[in-house]
Nanobody, 121 residues
Framework: QVQLVESGGGSVQSGGSLRLSCGVSGILMMNMYCMAWLRQGPGKEREGVAT???????TYADFVKGRFTISRDVAKGMVYLVMNSLKPEDTAMYYCAASYGYCSGSSFPYRGRGTQVTVSS
């Protein structure tokens, strides 16, 4: 059974930084999966933030490019999201997600419960 557990959220002021972590279990070969961070802000639909593919390639939503960095440690079963220069509009519940295979077109059927990030102005 695939389980994803997020941690590292919190409250920060605008311009601050946070590092989110995602512990992955139930996946024997994490490098066969596309891993991602999604988020859902208050009153908004869930949206993709960043992905890291089977080959380690990364993609970012335009609204986080240059500020957020996704990475993974396959040996430790961890996925990270470093968030710098945070803005109030980054306030959201952040979810770790996984999908077997390639990132393109994935619906990410495996998702954690989320960790809250709140950015104050």
């Amino acid at each position: 059974q695939v389980q994803l557990v997020e941690s590292g959220g919190g409250s920060v002021q605008s311009g601050g930084s946070l590092r989110l972590s995602c512990g992955v279990s139930g996946i024997l070969m994490m490098n066969m999966y596309c891993m991602a961070w999604l988020r859902q802000g208050p009153g908004k639909e869930r949206e993709g933030v960043a992905t890291i593919g089977r080959d380690g390639s990364t993609t970012y939503a335009d609204f986080v490019k240059g500020r957020f960095t996704i990475s993974r440690d396959v040996a430790k079963g961890m996925v990270y999201l470093v968030m710098n220069s945070l803005k109030p509009e980054d306030t959201a519940m952040y979810y770790c997600a996984a999908s077997y295979g390639y990132c393109s077109g994935s619906s990410f059927p495996y998702r954690g419960r989320g960790t809250q990030v709140t950015v104050s102005s």
